[in-house]
């Protein structure tokens, strides 16, 4: 059965700080991996998206992520975060299975 | 485009009302799907549909939920009777032909059962 993780619930960082969100996910074959953000109170938005070629996929805001594929990864980096950062993140393999998300607090 | 248009965006309803929530989806798109969010078990799917078929239910939780698309431009899902346990967000989704297609979520609509 296809799965995907998210092991870190609530991540708290101060401004300027570099974050990486992780994302394992199960699955046998081929696979379609994205990441989206929910700012409070508004519907989910693309940051990014991998399906084949670079595993190194670069996205909106200045958010990238890495696919991994020996390690079942694809973990969500920036490497200085804002306040405006702050929302919930979701790691989704394909458009059935997400994660259950990771909530980030920026503070100043 | 206006997007994916959800409707009502908030509902609060007493236990045993039928709820009825309704999803507009991007023209041209032919897949919609349909989600939950809570606070416990996250973003869950529902069902989804192709070209107005449903293609997999098997995320509707009882009998109680059933959904429906009678056109590529309008879909329902409704709740009936509906219990406190499904207060909840949800979330209406679409997406075209192509496994590389962008998904676009709607506002959601939040819904509460006292």
């Known amino acids: 059965a296809q799965s995907v993780s998210q092991h870190n619930h609530h991540v708290i960082l101060s401004e300027a700080a570099s974050l990486e969100l992780g994302c394992n996910y199960s699955?046998?074959?081929?696979?379609?991996l994205f990441w989206y953000v929910q700012y409070p109170g508004q519907h989910l938005q693309l940051l990014l998206k991998?399906?084949?070629?670079?595993?190194l996929v670069k996205g909106i805001k200045g958010f990238e992520a890495e696919f991994i594929k020996s390690k079942f990864s694809f973990n969500l980096r920036k490497p200085s975060v804002q306040w405006s950062d702050t929302a919930e993140y979701f790691c989704a393999l394909g458009p059935l299975v997400f994660g259950k998300g990771t909530r980030l607090s920026v503070i100043a | 485009d206006a997007g994916v248009i959800q409707s009502p965006r908030h509902e609060v309803t007493e236990m045993g009302q039928e709820v009825t929530l309704r999803c507009k989806p991007i023209?041209?798109?032919?897949?919609l799907f349909w989600y939950r969010q809570t606070m416990m078990r996250g973003l869950e799917l529902l069902i989804y549909f192709n070209n107005n078929v449903p293609i997999d239910d098997s995320g509707m939780p009882e009998d109680r939920f059933s959904a429906k698309m009678p056109n590529a431009s309008f879909s329902t899902l409704k709740i009936q009777p509906s219990e406190p346990r499904d207060s909840a967000v949800y979330f209406c989704?679409?997406?075209?032909?192509?496994?590389?297609?962008?998904?676009?979520f709607g506002p959601g609509t939040r819904l509460l059962v006292l």
């Open positions: 699955y046998g074959g081929t696979v379609n």
């Open positions: 989704a679409s997406r075209g032909t192509g496994v590389q297609e962008t998904q676009y």
């Open positions: 991998y399906f084949s070629g670079d595993p």
């Open positions: 023209s041209g798109h032919d897949y």
